[in-house]
């Protein structure tokens, strides 16, 4: 099986930090998930910053949002693009504390999932406009907007990716 370089966009936390203009700190983790067997249970294993990755392997990709100011910071945008040659699998166990909202569109627009998108069907000979869910696997962007920071607070925010 054909190995890929693993350069996905560490610029990502440089596209949030763009779309904030608040004084926080961004720092993305990209780990490879792996499942071992410890004491014969399933385990899940991190690997961070992986150089290789295969076709098919899931990666966790975790940003840690740092207020670095001294006052509360509130209504904070947060957004990650999908990288390329990915697809959104879900959200990060554990880090599901906020709604998300999602993209299709390269991030021009977001809403809660599911999302909805229209198609042109034919049916008996005839097309009509259909509205059909929105696979996770289509979704581009991933946006969280943060009510509240505390000053000096963090907090992480994450999805699940698989290289395709």
Request: positive net charge; glycine residues 6%; aromatic residues 4%.
């Amino acid at each position: 099986m054909k190995r890929l370089k693993f350069i996905l966009m560490i610029s990502a936390a440089g596209v949030a930090a763009a779309q904030t203009a608040t004084p926080v700190s961004l720092n993305l983790v990209m780990s490879l998930v792996n499942t071992v067997k410890v004491n014969g249970k399933d385990t899940e294993q991190l690997t961070p910053s992986p150089k290789n990755v295969l076709p098919g392997s899931v990666i966790s990709q975790v940003v840690t949002v740092r207020n670095t100011s001294g006052k509360t910071v509130r209504q904070l945008p947060v957004t990650l693009p999908v990288p390329k040659n990915t697809q959104y699998l879900a959200t990060e166990k554990g880090l599901d504390t906020l709604q998300a909202q999602y993209s299709i569109d390269g991030g021009k627009t977001f809403a809660a999932a599911p999302l909805k998108k229209k198609v042109t069907v034919t049916e008996n000979g005839r097309s009509v406009v259909k509205e059909v869910d929105v696979k996770p696997s289509e979704y581009t962007t991933v946006r969280w907007i943060i009510p509240e920071l505390g000053a000096n607070d963090t907090l992480k925010l994450g999805y699940r990716i698989q290289v395709k």
